[in-house]
């Protein structure tokens, strides 16, 4: 008779837990987040925050698709669950690239922010913190999809922090570039993430 198997050890459970806790913050942040950024883009007529709006959608799925992988387990399981990860890394890219043609293109100059400040300056704290966590917890449950995750969750900082600068110059001096400007340079991050996670971790 085929003996039961044993339960994960106490520190395995542990971080399991932790890893679990920290992906389910991440999706009430954003989920908040977008009611917000929907409140502050309309009020500014602000492409910028409408986007990181989309970019906690983006956060949001990579987020669950984290909670369903740790819920199970099997190398295809997880297979799967990067390659889901890999496609919202390009879906990232995809966004900031249109959307900051489009600023650029039209040189469309949006009302002030004063919430869209606040709210992207505190992000940027919360989601390095988290993105933190995820790396340690990831990398201590030898966890490829919560790593690759937590990748997601720095980006989702450095865009938080590329959307507070532009808001900042443009409430400041004027200069509306800087946000798309800025933008290019996570697009190439994101671009170089996915690039990883399909080719180190192909089935």
């Known amino acids: 008779?085929?003996?039961?198997?044993?339960?994960?050890?106490?520190?395995?459970?542990?971080?399991?837990?932790?890893?679990?806790?920290?992906?389910?913050?991440?999706?009430?942040w954003n989920i908040v987040g977008i009611v917000v950024l929907?409140?502050?883009?309309?009020?500014?007529?602000?492409?910028?925050?409408?986007?990181?709006?989309?970019?906690?959608?983006?956060e949001i799925g990579a987020s669950t698709v984290?909670?369903?992988?740790?819920?199970?387990?099997?190398?295809?399981?997880?297979?799967?669950?990067?390659?889901?990860?890999?496609?919202?890394?390009?879906?990232?890219?995809l966004y900031i690239t249109v959307?900051?043609?489009?600023?650029?293109?039209?040189?469309?100059?949006?009302?002030?922010?004063?919430?869209?400040?606040?709210w992207t300056a505190i992000t940027a704290a919360v989601m390095f913190a988290l993105a933190a966590g995820k790396a340690r917890t990831g990398h201590a449950l030898d966890n490829p999809v919560l790593i690759a995750e937590g990748r997601?969750?720095?980006i989702d900082g450095i865009l938080a922090l590329a959307v507070l600068v532009g808001l900042i110059l443009?409430?400041?001096?004027?200069?509306?570039?800087?946000?798309?400007?800025?933008?290019?340079?996570i697009v190439f991050y994101g671009l170089k993430e996915a690039r990883a996670i399909f080719s180190d971790h192909n089935p």
């Not at 008779?1 to 913050?25: D, F, I, T, Y």
Request: without cysteine; charged residues 15%.
């Open 1 to 28: 008779m085929a003996r039961p198997a044993l339960p994960p050890p106490r520190n395995e459970a542990q971080l399991l837990r932790r890893g679990v806790a920290l992906e389910r913050v991440t999706l009430a």
């Open 38 to 58: 929907a409140f502050a883009a309309a009020a500014a007529r602000s492409v910028a925050l409408a986007g990181f709006g989309l970019d906690s959608l983006v």
């Open 99 to 118: 959307q900051s043609s489009i600023v650029l293109g039209t040189g469309y100059h949006p009302k002030h922010s004063p919430v869209g400040i606040g």
């Open 152 to 154: 997601v969750t720095f």
């Open 170 to 185: 443009n409430a400041t001096t004027g200069a509306w570039w800087g946000d798309p400007l800025a933008g290019f340079v």
């Open 66 to 93: 984290v909670l369903w992988e740790l819920a199970g387990a099997g190398e295809a399981r997880q297979r799967r669950a990067l390659r889901l990860i890999g496609y919202a890394f390009v879906a990232l890219a």
